[in-house]
């Protein structure tokens, strides 16, 4: 049962476009969605996350949007550059419900040509 | 942000063999968590690790085989034990990150330890 589902396994986008990475859910006792990147042999560090009381997040070139009713999440990256190419992992967590733990999606790897 | 170190970075052992993996915190820290990430799939989370009481384990891992110790707030150890190519995976331990605004509910995630079962 995947209850946190990114159905991209890959994304390429050219530098100063916009990259649009999506993720679904099912779970409705989550209240808290967070984004990870990865780099190859490290582990994920945190970018940026959303209470389910938002419908939108924004920090710098990131911008998370969420969406109750089609329980759905999108991360925008605009500009994309080539540094952003990573693997993107989206998480969910019932804070309040299930101790916080993170349940992840099996990320999204995203691809920035120069 | 919190400084977190895996041993060993990357192994490959023989079935049947079990090997601990180390996790280093800088602070003091309550709870430590335990995740695999199987090739091509997403991180699942083994177990919670809270200091001075057992494990809790995730439905479908058991300590038998993945036992965990968490002798004080900075330090803990994931064993995998008769191990089979199945095991094969990424172990990575985290930590709760701060509960300031914009952060709650973060972790920060160790280096990894990359296991190879033949």
């Known amino acids: 049962d995947q209850q946190v589902k990114q159905n991209s396994p890959s994304l390429s986008v050219q530098e100063g476009r916009i990259s649009i990475l999506n993720c679904d859910y099912t779970?409705?006792?989550?209240?808290?969605f967070l984004w990870y990147k990865k780099y190859p042999a490290e582990g994920p560090t945190f970018l940026i996350s959303?209470?389910?009381?938002?419908d939108k997040n924004e920090d710098g070139r990131f911008t998370v949007f969420l969406n109750k009713s089609a329980k759905h999440l999108s991360l925008h990256i605009v500009p994309s550059q080539p540094g952003d190419s990573a693997v993107y992992f989206c998480?969910?967590?019932?804070?309040?419900?299930?101790?916080?733990?993170?349940?992840f999606g099996q990320g999204t790897e995203l691809s920035v040509k120069p | 942000s919190a400084v977190i170190s895996q041993k060993p970075s990357r192994d490959i052992c023989q079935r049947g063999t079990s090997l601990t993996i180390q996790c280093q915190v800088d602070?003091?820290?309550?709870?430590m968590f335990w995740y695999r990430q199987q090739p091509g799939q997403s991180l699942t989370l083994i177990a919670t690790?809270?200091?001075?009481?057992?494990?809790?384990?995730e439905s479908g891992f058991v300590i038998d085989k993945f036992p965990i110790s968490r002798p004080n707030l900075t330090f803990s150890t994931l064993t995998v034990s008769n191990m089979s190519p199945e095991d094969s995976s990424i172990y990575l331990c985290?930590?709760?990150?701060?509960?300031?605004?914009?952060?709650?509910?973060?972790?920060?995630f160790g280096p990894g330890t990359r296991l190879l079962v033949l």
């Open positions: 985290s930590v709760p990150g701060p509960r300031g605004r914009g952060r709650l509910g973060t972790q920060y």
């Open positions: 779970n409705s006792m989550f209240d808290y």
């Open positions: 959303i209470s389910s009381i938002k």
């Open positions: 998480a969910a967590s019932a804070l309040y419900n299930q101790g916080g733990k993170l349940i």
């Open positions: 602070s003091q820290v309550t709870m």
């Open positions: 690790a809270n200091q001075g009481s057992e494990a809790t384990y």
